[in-house]
């Protein structure tokens, strides 16, 4: 990107939950900018979204309404993301993408800016036309999972991961929510249910993910994205990952129950004090009080919450366990916004770090 005038920016999926939360974080953080363009699909062209008090048009995505824009950020769907990141690239533009559709292609960075910054050096993908960026956002469950994470791995090192997603409607975008509310209000009123968007009732339901699952494995599209793209991020396979999606009755923010296996010996304050020192994580872990994270505590928050942090005794079952003595592995429960850190504010901190 230019640094020597602010960007012309596009934001691709405007009208969908993620896109309005980029433009909400872009005006929340001041980020810099010449102008802003809003662009979705032809259905949405025309409607209106304020922004620093003004009133901006959503107009048609076409290649050539990406000429010209400096930042494309782009929350618009895997099959989009295919067609158009590249022909923003050709105009000469730097995307951010939140989609599926490039994370795992070797070529193009996958940024937890947080996590590997030093990923975005050096990936300069050459087009046609121009000279290009892409650069992938990881899926919400992985940044979340691995903000909580990281700190551990950077002082103790990990062996192994087994985690359990409880994923919130939001996950699914607008259509994902409003599904919730409507089925909710209709199951509160004795109306019969019945679901369009999602594979399973979704009023007071919980359910294995709605991504495919594979016949072979039995592992759904989810689990296979937090499995590959955190040895992506980490650059590095080593590490044995069990993981278990699930959507649940939940307007907004995801939870994941998580077990990690160090290969150094710590203390249980040894892991607080590093979670604590670690940029994007919040403690709430307040066992006399109950106080641990939940999904409505970390809506709208732009830090992850991490809580329930204790050693996993099933180790240690056959010999006396004290309180101070060091453990291998560790169970912790957190919450993040997956519109905000698992989506939106990623992106914008990529650009941030670009720009």
Known sequence: MPDTHPPH??????????GREMLDILEQRRFPHASIKLLASPKSAGITIPFMGRQLTVETLTHESLRGIDLALFSAGGSISREFCRAAANHGCT????????????????????INPEAIGGK??????GTGRIIANPNCSTIILLMAL?????????????????????????????????????DLAGQPIAPKFFHEPYAFNLFSHNTAVDPETGSNVEE???????HKIWNDHTIGISATCIRVPVRRAHAESINVTLKARATTQQLRETLAAFPGLSIVDDRATNSFPTP?????????LVGRIRPDTSLTVNRPSEPDSTHLAFDLFICGDQLRKGAALNAIQIAELLH
């Open 150 to 186: 990281t700190p551990l791995r950077n002082a103790f090192g990990i062996k192994r991961i087994v985690v359990s997603t409880y994923q919130a409607a939001s996950g699914a975008g607008a259509k994902g929510i409003d599904e919730l509310e409507q089925l909710t209000r209709a």
């Open 296 to 304: 409505l505590k970390a809506s709208g928050k732009d830090d992850v």
């Open 224 to 230: 296979t994205k937090v499995i590959k793209e955190t």
């Open 9 to 18: 920016i596009a934001i691709a999926g405007a009208t969908g939950a993620v």
């Open 95 to 114: 995307t951010v993408d939140n989609s599926s559709a490039f994370r795992m292609d070797e070529d193009i960075p996958l940024v937890v800016p947080e």
């Open 124 to 129: 300069t993908l050459k087009f046609a036309d």
